[in-house]
């Protein structure tokens, strides 16, 4: 695998030109920092730090006589989930050609890193990220700007080190280890989306110096499982209109009974929605709008789910949004954009239910397990249709690139065979203790 070659003052070991000799050699454990040069491409090797990082790096000469330098320039991740070696010999091929033509890499990436501020790294991201949930992004920006951006924002993005991100989620994490969880997170994928976006021919990014630090906490898994009585008294709260105003009930109902989250069934618009007055009716939610945005999502209306879906659109009183909001909404320009009804008044509202039902430690989000338990418990249905219910991605070669079947009807036989069972255990446990469900709220 190795070979030895004479470098004076630099490695002299030399690997295959394999991306899987490369993955072997960038997960060996080492004591000291150990650098491998790729046989075949001039000046392109992988350097292996003991914390198991392995970087790709491009050796250069600038000057002559006694103004010659060595410069060395990280390129990327080496290994697997990193850089293929392709990329990083084309990245090689292209760092020769500058140098070559009297250009010096490092201080074109420094002149353009020195205009590029973390906060501006991330305001960037923010404005042109298209494959991340703009619920997510809100959620990075307010834990930037609560723990990270008052010590780092104003630093060159390219030039903060991995040991000074450490000590800042270190400090978050001694507060709260989710929240160091989610700073973590903002950061590594904010460099990570960096590292693709190019600049005057540059990489805004060339090297995470998050994926070094170990830290990673991992929230553990929610199992809150209601029992049938818990279930039946939820419904029922579900419907009191001391709760909220109805607009935001009808959100919580649909989604319990559609299996979706309440972000998306919030921001449902009306051209979404086909044939609601038909025996088949559909919800076709946009890929954009969902939290994993590679496909759109077609969710089959039983008609417990269509017939609120109609309520809700007579009292939007013509709105492009199903839910509308009770604001102007945000400005554009000249123009207020309309809004709909928000999600955190859907998480007060649902909130103010679980109270009202008397139940402990519940969510709206966890509702999605409830279902997907009892459906899977029940035998209602495969894990194929549990995935396409719930918008996970396809697992395995014939999911991802050859099964695309929507399985329609298997998914609107368990949705309606789940909503049976709702209001099945609502009406048990209404003759049971004498609930009876307001006028106002039977008519969605």
Do not use: C
Request: hydrophobic fraction near 40%.
């Amino acid at each position: 695998m190795d070979q030895t070659s004479q470098r004076a003052g630099r490695s002299n070991r030399t690997a295959k030109a394999h991306d899987l000799v490369i993955a072997k050699l960038a997960k060996t454990k080492v004591v000291v920092q150990s650098e491998w040069y790729v046989e075949g491409e001039r000046g392109l090797s992988f350097v292996v730090k003991p914390s198991g990082v392995a970087t790709y790096y491009v050796r250069y000469q600038l000057g002559k006589g006694d103004d010659r330098k060595q410069v060395r320039l990280a390129i990327g991740r080496a290994g697997e989930g990193g850089m293929p070696l392709a990329t990083a010999r084309a990245k090689a091929k292209e760092i020769n050609t500058k140098v070559e033509s009297g250009i010096d890499p490092v201080a074109e990436q420094k002149a353009i890193g020195a205009e590029m501020t973390l906060r501006q790294l991330f305001e960037e991201r923010f404005a042109k990220d298209e494959d991340t949930a703009a619920r997510t992004l809100e959620d990075y920006r307010d834990i930037l700007e609560k723990d990270v951006f008052a010590t780092l924002g104003d630093r060159p993005a390219n030039h903060i080190k991995p040991e000074e991100f450490a000590v800042v989620l270190e400090s978050i994490e001694a507060r709260a280890k989710h929240a160091a969880h989610k700073a973590r997170s903002a950061l590594g994928s904010t460099y990570r989306w960096g590292q693709k976006q190019w600049r005057k021919g540059v990489r805004l990014v060339v090297v995470n110096p998050v994926a070094s630090i170990g830290f990673n906490h991992q929230s553990t898994p929610r199992k809150r499982r209601l029992t049938d009585a818990e279930l039946g008294i939820l419904w029922l709260a579900a419907h009191d209109p001391s709760a909220a105003d109805e607009g935001t009930r009808l959100i919580i109902q649909l989604a319990i009974f559609s299996g979706q989250r309440n972000s998306e069934v919030a921001g449902a618009e009306l051209e979404e929605l086909k044939g609601l007055e038909t025996a088949t009716p559909r919800w076709d939610i946009p890929a954009g709008r969902m939290k994993r945005k590679s496909d759109e999502q077609f969710v089959p209306l039983v008609p417990q789910a269509a017939t609120r879906f109609r309520r809700a659109i007579e009292i939007a009183n013509g709105s492009t949004y199903v839910f509308p909001g009770t604001t102007h909404g945000r400005r554009e320009g000249s123009e207020w954009r309309q809004e709909h009804i928000a999600q955190e008044t859907v998480s007060k509202a649902f909130a103010r239910i679980r109270e009202l039902a008397e139940l402990e430690d519940i969510r709206l989000h966890d509702m999605r397990k409830v279902m997907t338990t009892w459906l899977a418990d029940h035998g209602h249905a495969t894990g194929e249709v549990l995935d396409a219910i719930l918008h996970h991605g396809r697992k395995g070669v014939t999911g991802t690139h050859y099964n695309f079947a929507l399985y329609e009807g298997q998914v609107r036989k368990a949705l309606q065979l789940w909503a049976n069972h709702v209001e099945a255990v609502a009406a048990d446990k209404r003759a049971k203790t004498g609930n009876v469900i307001p006028i106002t709220a039977a008519r969605a």
